[in-house]
Antibody, heavy 115, light 107 residues
Framework: QVQLQQWGAGLLKPSETLSLTCAVYGGSFSGYYWSWIRQPPGKRLEWIGE?????SPNYNPSLKSRVTISVDTNQFSLKLTSVTAADTAVYYC???????????WGQGTLVIVSS | DIQMTQSPSSLSASVGDRVTITCRASQSINSYLNWYQQKPGKAPKLLIY???SLQSGVPSRFSGSGSGTDFTLTISSLQPEDFATYCCQQSYSTPWTFGQGTKVEIK
């Protein structure tokens, strides 16, 4: 049973860089894509991007200029530069199954951007 | 981007009721439609993938149907633990997009 555990800073000031990491335990890392999704308060989920074990990323065009997703041994990371209050959200990491559904999720990290 | 629209946005129902939630895509997505359940403060949980396939471990009272642009999630007999928010997600083309959610509340 795969488990995803994520961590990172929860309070940022405008213009700073958001940085989160998600570690994968108990399952295969290769052969899957790994994704970041966020949910602003009271709003719908938003897909940020994904990466495979080889390090090939796909990004949401709406965030592409500010996002970097990278991969390391059994973990993957998200960096989002120049954050504003609009980036305040709960950020989730998730595993992408072969039919592109998100079948396992991290616990979520609330990131607040405030001066 | 493909827009996903759910209806209703919320509903009130009683234990034992049959509940139906609809998700509409702005263009055809074949059967690349997934359903999630989310409870307050928790990560979403995958219920249905590929429009009608039940995720392992999910009770059989949950079912999904549809193809093209119109999809349905049905809970055949609502249980106390089913009070939650449900959302759909298209996995036909990136960026993957989600519906706004349907909150199922206790009547």
């Amino acid at each position: 049973q795969v488990q995803l555990q994520q961590w990172g800073a929860g309070l940022l000031k405008p213009s700073e860089t958001l940085s989160l990491t998600c570690a994968v335990y108990g399952g295969s890392f290769s052969g899957y894509y790994w994704s970041w999704i966020r949910q602003p308060p009271g709003k719908r989920l938003e897909w940020i991007g994904e990466i495979n074990h080889s390090g090939s990323p796909n990004y949401n065009p709406s965030l592409k200029s500010r996002v970097t997703i990278s991969v390391d041994t059994n973990q993957f990371s998200l960096k989002l530069t120049s954050v504003t209050a609009a980036d305040t959200a709960v950020y989730y990491c998730a595993r992408v199954e072969w039919l592109r559904n998100l079948d396992s999720w991290g616990q979520g990290t609330l990131v607040i951007v405030s001066s | 981007d493909i827009q996903m629209t759910q209806s209703p946005s919320s509903l009130s129902a009683s234990v034992g009721d049959r509940v139906t939630i609809t998700c509409r895509a702005s263009q055809s997505i074949n059967s690349y439609l997934n359903w999630y359940q989310q409870k307050p403060g928790k990560a979403p949980k995958l219920l249905i993938y590929a429009a009608s396939s039940l995720q392992s471990g999910v009770p059989s009272r949950f079912s999904g149907s549809g193809s093209g642009t119109d999809f349905t999630l049905t809970i055949s007999s609502l249980q106390p633990e089913d009070f939650a928010t449900y959302c759909c997600q298209q996995s036909y083309s990136t960026p993957w997009t989600f519906g706004q959610g349907t909150k199922v509340e206790i009547k």
